[in-house]
Every structure is written in structure tokens, then in C-alpha cells.
């Protein structure tokens, strides 16, 4: 970028016009904001340390964990209020199979995926189901989707569990994810998990 001084002397008839770009030569770049927000991110919590990356949740260094868009749904449920979502919980193999036998706690190496949509009611459905006096709700847009990850050492001061909330595949802030697990707390009998297995239709 180039950036120019200009003085301006008018004296009777004369102008004169002085350029330099000496000011933008000797002008410092500002430090990048990324490199800031990086070490405001870093996992503080020494189980975080293994995901020392910006795709891991802070605080507790979870990741996505690949495949999760194909486990096995545990339930479903519609939040409405300040927001309108439909939300898929689903689970990995021994997240799903210890729910099913209503073992508890959570086997390690549980992972309980909570999929959040944006919902609309859907006008191309509810023009078909007046027949029957029904309406549609299905979902729009992604909203966000939460992990919580079992490792009952690693995690043990937050209930043997690892929390991450990610958006559009980034994870939330550090903020956010101290609300995690103290709003779970009421969950405990559970073992800090709300959600319960829908049966089988
Ligand atoms: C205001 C309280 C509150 C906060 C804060 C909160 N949760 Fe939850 N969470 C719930 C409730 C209640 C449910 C079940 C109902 C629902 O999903 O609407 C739930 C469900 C879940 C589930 C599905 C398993 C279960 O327990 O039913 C996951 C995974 C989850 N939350 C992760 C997180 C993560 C990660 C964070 C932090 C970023 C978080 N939650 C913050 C209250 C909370």
C-alpha cells in the first residue's frame, strides 16, 4: 500500500504539491489477530494438551470426530423458544450400545454427537398433511453440533467427560465452553447426559 502525504502551499498563484511515501515505508505492519486469538484458545486444561490446534475445543482439546454424520441416532428432540431447532443425538458404537442397555456410567470412549438444525415449518409438507390436520417441521439450516467425548482420566474434573461445540467446523471459545459442563451438572444421575434412548418405533 502506498500512502501519500500531500502538503498543499497555495501562495498567491503558486501551488505546490509535496508527495512522499516515506511515512508508509517505515509504517509497521500490526501484529496478526490470528496468532492472539491462538494463545487466548490454547487448551488450559492439561488433558487439552494433546490438541494443541485451532480445530480442537478449548479447554478440553476434543476434535470432530471423523464419521460422526453416520452413527446411530439415539433420540431426537425440538427445541422452541428464543430459537426454533431440531436436534439428532447420536452416538458412536459404545456411546449407542451402552444407552440401549441403559448401562451407566458411559463405558470410555463414548462419544454422544448432538447435530443442531435451524427449523422452519414446511409448507411444501404441511400443503399435503391438511388432509390430515398435520404440520411439517423440518430442518433449514445447520446451526451448530456439540461432542461429548468419555475419558474418565483425562477428563476426570468435568464428570469423566470432554465437551466441544463446533460451527461451520470451527470450535466455539473458551467462554462458551465453560458452560458446558456446569449446566450438565443436573444430568448427573445420567452421568451428566439429558438426553434418553428413544425406543425403537
Ligand atoms: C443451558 C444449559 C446447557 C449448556 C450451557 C450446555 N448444555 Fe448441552 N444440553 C443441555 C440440555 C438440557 C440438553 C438436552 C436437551 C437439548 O439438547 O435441547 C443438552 C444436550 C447435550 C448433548 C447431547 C447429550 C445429552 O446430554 O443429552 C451434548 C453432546 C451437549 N449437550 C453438549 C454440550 C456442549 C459441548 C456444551 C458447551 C459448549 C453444552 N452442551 C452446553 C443443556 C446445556
Not at 488450559?44 to 446411530?72: L, M, Q
Not at 433420540?75 to 440401549?100: C, P
Amino acid at each position: 500500500m502506498t500512502t501519500l502525504i500531500i502538503k498543499t502551499f497555495i501562495a498567491g498563484a503558486v501551488s505546490a504539491v509535496l508527495a512522499t511515501n516515506a511515512v508508509a515505508q517505515s509504517a509497521k505492519k500490526p501484529s496478526s489477530p490470528l496468532i492472539i486469538s491462538q494463545n487466548e484458545t490454547a487448551p488450559k486444561h492439561p488433558a487439552g494438551s494433546v490438541a494443541n490446534s485451532s480445530n480442537a475445543s478449548p479447554i478440553y482439546g476434543v476434535t470432530i470426530p471423523e464419521g460422526y454424520r453416520e452413527w446411530k441416532v439415539i433420540a431426537v428432540n425440538h427445541d422452541t423458544g428464543k430459537f426454533n431447532q431440531l436436534r439428532a443425538q447420536l452416538g458412536n458404537d459404545i456411546a449407542f450400545k451402552a444407552m440401549q442397555e441403559g448401562k451407566l456410567p458411559f463405558p470410555d470412549g463414548a462419544i454422544i454427537a448432538a447435530l443442531h438444525w435451524n427449523a422452519e415449518s414446511s409448507e411444501e409438507n404441511n400443503k399435503v398433511l391438511a388432509v390430515l390436520g398435520v404440520q411439517s417441521v423440518t430442518p433449514t439450516s445447520p446451526a451448530n453440533v456439540q461432542f461429548m467425548v468419555k475419558d474418565s482420566k483425562k477428563y476426570a474434573t468435568t464428570g469423566g467427560w470432554g465437551f466441544a461445540d463446533f460451527k461451520g467446523g470451527k470450535p466455539g471459545n473458551e467462554a462458551l465452553h465453560q458452560t458446558c459442563f456446569a449446566c450438565h451438572v443436573p444430568a448427573k444421575a445420567q452421568d451428566y447426559v439429558f438426553t434418553h434412548f428413544a425406543r425403537t418405533p
